[in-house]
Nanobody, 115 residues
Framework: QVQLVESGGGLVQTGGSLRLSCAASGSDFSIYAMGWYRQAPGKQRELVAVTNSGGSTNYADSVKARFTISRDNAKNMVYLQMASLKPEDTAVYYC?????????WGQGTQVTVSS
């Protein structure tokens, strides 16, 4: 059974940085697309960044040039390096693991950016 555990969230001032980590259990990690999503209060969950099994990446326009997604297949880890954080980045950030009909989510980690 796949489990995803996020860590690294917290409170940071505008302009600051945070690094989120997601540890995945189970096998065949490398064949899955890994993504980070976020959900702010009163808003729908939205894609932040995704990296596929080949290592290519895609970002939401709102985070391009500020956030970087990376993965370490040897450690079953995916990371989200966030820089130049803004108050509008405040949300619960979720790790996602997906391949075909297989779709797994972590419990989320809170990121709060103070102005």
């Amino acid at each position: 059974q796949v489990q995803l555990v996020e860590s690294g969230g917290g409170l940071v001032q505008t302009g600051g940085s945070l690094r989120l980590s997601c540890a995945a259990s189970g096998s065949d990690f490398s064949i899955y697309a890994m993504g980070w999503y976020r959900q702010a209060p009163g808003k729908q969950r939205e894609l932040v960044a995704v990296t596929n099994s080949g290592g290519s990446t895609n970002y939401a326009d709102s985070v391009k040039a500020r956030f970087t997604i990376s993965r370490d297949n040897a450690k079953n880890m995916v990371y989200l390096q966030m820089a130049s954080l803004k108050p509008e980045d405040t949300a619960v950030y979720y790790c996602n693991m997906r391949r075909g009909f297989r779709d797994y989510w972590g419990q989320g980690t809170q990121v709060t950016v103070s102005s």
